[in-house]
């Protein structure tokens, strides 16, 4: 079984900077993608930032040159670093792998959520 554990989320002020984290664990072949999501009151869920094993990124314009993904293969970690954040920002944050399995193939496993809550 293949679980995520965020950390990092928190009140911060508008300007302001937090670092989300997860750590994958369990037993699996590979961590194929990972990713940030996240869901404000009221709305669905969107993607924040996804990143490939081989390192290729993608962002939503609502956070392009704000937010930076990474990863560390060693570690089996992803990390977000979240800058200039804005009170639109508020959300619940997910985290989210495509795992290859032992035994099951491909799944997508997702985090229990970290709340950041952008405010003065």
């Known amino acids: 079984q293949v679980q995520l554990v965020e950390s990092g989320g928190g009140l911060v002020q508008p300007g302001g900077s937090l670092r989300l984290s997860c750590a994958a664990s369990?037993?699996?072949?590979?961590?194929?993608?990972m990713g940030w999501y996240r869901q404000a009151p009221g709305k669905q869920r969107e993607l924040v930032a996804r990143i490939i094993s081989g390192g290729s990124t993608n962002y939503p314009d609502s956070v392009k040159g704000r937010f930076t993904i990474s990863r560390d293969n060693a570690k089996n970690t992803v990390l977000l670093q979240m800058n200039s954040l804005k009170p639109s920002d508020t959300a619940v944050y997910y985290c989210d792998a495509v795992v290859a399995s032992l035994t099951q193939g491909s799944l997508e496993v997702w985090g229990q959520g970290t709340l950041v809550t952008v405010s003065s």
């Open positions: 369990g037993s699996f072949f590979s961590l194929d993608v």
